[in-house]
Antibody, heavy 122, light 107 residues
Framework: QVHLQESGPGLVKPSETLSLTCTVSDTSISTYSWSWIRQPAGKGLEWIGRIYTSGITNYNPSLKSRVTMSVDTSKNQFSLKLSAVTAADTAVYYC????????????????WGQGTLVTVSS | AIQLTQSPSSLSASVGDSVTITCRASQGISSNLAWYQQKPGKAPKLLIYDAASLQSGVPSRFSGSGSGTDFTLSISSLQPEDFATYYCQQFNSYSWTFGQGTKVDFK
């Protein structure tokens, strides 16, 4: 089983940039692609985007203008930056592995980090 | 973007009941659908992928079916640990989307 651990500041000021890192253990980061998902308190899940170890990214169109993802294969880590945050970005942020079947085009998330709460407030 | 609509939004059930949750896609997605279980304060857990494949370690009382636009998650003989919120998820045009969730609580 793959283990993932999110880390980063729990409090970010409005208009600033949220930065989180996900550390992957028990597998090489080259094995899968990797996603970020968030969940505001009491609400549903929102996919933020994915990164491949090649560095190619796909972002949620609704967040694309503010999102940047990167990967550091030497550290088995990948990262999320979300700029110009507002209170609406307050949420639990999860990182997750992604299994993709190139024959069927199907994709799902077998492993998740425990999540980290990020609050946007001055 | 493809939308997923789950029904019902919540349901009340008792231990031993059989439960069915529906997920409808706004356009056909073949069998490209997964189901997750989430308990309060915890990360989602993958139950079903490819619409009907049981994830390793998940009890066989969970099953999934459907293709195209209509999908179901069934739980036979509900157990105390099954009271949770369930989400469907699809992948299309490089994006994931999730249903809004179905909360299963005690009757």
């Amino acid at each position: 089983q793959v283990h993932l651990q999110e880390s980063g500041p729990g409090l970010v000021k409005p208009s600033e940039t949220l930065s989180l890192t996900c550390t992957v253990s028990d597998t090489s980061i080259s094995t899968y692609s990797w996603s970020w998902i968030r969940q505001p308190a009491g609400k549903g899940l929102e996919w933020i985007g994915r990164i491949y170890t090649s560095g190619i990214t796909n972002y949620n169109p609704s967040l694309k203008s503010r999102v940047t993802m990167s990967v550091d294969t030497s550290k088995n880590q990948f990262s999320l930056k979300l700029s110009a945050v507002t209170a609406a970005d307050t949420a639990v942020y999860y990182c997750a592995s992604e299994e993709y079947d190139s024959l069927t085009g199907y994709s799902h998330a077998p492993d998740w980090g425990q999540g980290t709460l990020v609050t946007v407030s001055s | 973007a493809i939308q997923l609509t789950q029904s019902p939004s919540s349901l009340s059930a008792s231990v031993g009941d059989s439960v069915t949750i529906t997920c409808r896609a706004s356009q056909g997605i073949s069998s490209n659908l997964a189901w997750y279980q989430q308990k309060p304060g915890k990360a989602p857990k993958l139950l079903i992928y490819d619409a009907a494949s049981l994830q390793s370690g998940v009890p066989s009382r969970f099953s999934g079916s459907g293709s195209g636009t209509d999908f179901t998650l069934s739980i036979s003989s509900l157990q105390p640990e099954d009271f949770a919120t369930y989400y469907c998820q699809q992948f299309n045009s490089y994006s994931w989307t999730f249903g809004q969730g179905t909360k299963v609580d005690f009757k």
